[in-house]
């Protein structure tokens, strides 16, 4: 199935925002800077990028200011679990991240799945 848009609902886009942000910050021990990444920082300005659904495109600048650094391993030990992926569309987060600079192998296994 192709996506052609993005969600016709912002509302709804914040509720599924607050909720990942919700749970990567818990899982992160409360600790918003984890894994070398400003946890809600990463939320607001990487959302558009790799919500699943969202068209795959470029990262924004502020987007890769906000990763840049980021302890890959660590991300997918502490973050990236079954519940924050279900949100993810994983494709678009491993582009995100090489397209900021981010060191990201082929066959990387990355959290709870």
Known sequence: MAITGKSSSSSLSGVVLAAAAAAITTLADDDENACGVNIPDVATDCKDYVWKGSEQQDPSPPCCKDIEGA???????????AEVQSLLDMNHVVYVGRKCGLSIPKGTKCGGT
């Open 71 to 81: 302890d890959v391993g660590c991300a997918c030990r502490k973050l990236l679990t």
